[in-house]
């Protein structure tokens, strides 16, 4: 069974830094594009950063210069790495994972919430 898990969110001040993690089990990870997204109360759930296959990433504008995505493939691991913490970076945070063969499976976490706030 398909399985994400997140973890790392919590209460930051703002200018904080913090890491987020996402273990996979039971998909062939190296198979697929995996991507954090964000939702914040009363908002759509937005892309944040997404890494392919391969490796090649890609931010919203908001977060670049500030988060960086990474994998780990053979320990089955999606990283996010946040830096100078805003307010507005505060949802709940999202990882997900979408075959590059099969692109109708995507995969999703329950998700990390992260709060940014003084």
């Known amino acids: 069974q398909a399985q994400l898990v997140e973890s790392g969110g919590g209460l930051v001040q703002p200018g904080g830094s913090l890491r987020l993690s996402c273990a996979a089990s039971g998909i062939i990870f190296s198979n697929c594009h995996m991507a954090w997204y964000r939702q914040a109360p009363g908002k759509e759930r937005e892309m944040v950063a997404h890494?392919?296959?391969?490796?090649?990433?890609n931010y919203t504008d908001s977060v670049k210069g500030r988060f960086t995505i990474s994998r780990d493939n053979g320990q089955k691991l999606l990283y996010l790495e946040m830096n100078n913490l805003k307010p507005e970076d505060s949802a709940v945070y999202y990882c997900k994972g979408q075959h590059m063969l099969d692109p109708g499976k995507i995969y999703w976490g329950q998700g990390t919430q992260v709060t940014v706030s003084s």
């Open positions: 890494i392919t296959s391969w490796k090649t990433t």
